[in-house]
């Protein structure tokens, strides 16, 4: 069956390479899977005041797409050799009650791009270690850390064959994990 993705993007910028990945990789999934784009900009910074039975419609939101999706894929920028707040406050929400969350056997595909060398590939190891407290099962494969990303994108499509290459094999290699 075609299966149900939710986009996640640590970046809120409108030309952000992260999103522009995330587009590519909707591009690669093609008629394999059924993308939708979680709004996390909206989302007020987590407090447990707000927690209650009537959360702040944004979190409700976020909490419906993600239990709507078969799994997750989420895109992110390094900030400051770390994951960007943004995209933690939205973890911290979605990531509650503890260990029955929404979050919780959510399986999720983690990438990131950076136009430095290294591709924001210390981002997305906190996020592999924020993700294990959530309980959710990350998808087993290298590191998908998109390096130089400035030069791999021209009018927001992705023009490296090489990254096209790897990432149509990453994407095959995660549908043939959820199955
Ligand atoms: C950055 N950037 C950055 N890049 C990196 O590879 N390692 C880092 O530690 C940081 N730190 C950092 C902190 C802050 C506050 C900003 C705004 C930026 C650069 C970052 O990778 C670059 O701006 C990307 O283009 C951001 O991703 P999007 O918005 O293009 O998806």
């Known amino acids: ?22 587009q590519a990789t909707e591009k690669v999934l093609d008629n394999r899977a059924q993308v939708s784009w979680a709004n996390i900009a909206d989302l007020p910074h987590y407090n447990g005041d707000l927690d209650g039975d009537d959360k702040p419609l944004p979190v409700t939101q976020l909490v419906a797409q993600i239990n709507g999706a078969d799994a997750l894929i989420i895109a992110t920028p390094e900030y400051n050799y770390g994951v960007p707040g943004t995209l933690k406050n939205a973890l911290d ?7 029955k969350s929404c979050l919780a056997h959510k399986p999720v595909l983690l990438m990131s791009a950076s136009p430095s060398p290294v591709g924001g590939v210390r ?6 270690q924020i993700l294990g407290g959530t309980l959710s ?17 021209e009018n927001g499509v992705l023009v490296d064959s090489e990254t096209q290459k790897k990432l149509e094999r990453l994407i095959g290699d995660f549908l043939a994990w959820l199955e």
């Open 93 to 99: 929400w979605a990531s509650r009650p503890a260990f």
């Open 137 to 153: 099962h990350l998808c087993p494969v290298p590191e998908f850390a998109l390096g130089g990303a400035a030069t791999k994108f």
């Open 123 to 128: 981002a997305q190891g906190q996020l592999k």
């Open 1 to 22: 069956a075609i299966k149900n993705v939710l986009a996640i993007c640590g970046s809120l910028r409108q030309a952000s390479l992260n999103a522009q990945l995330l």
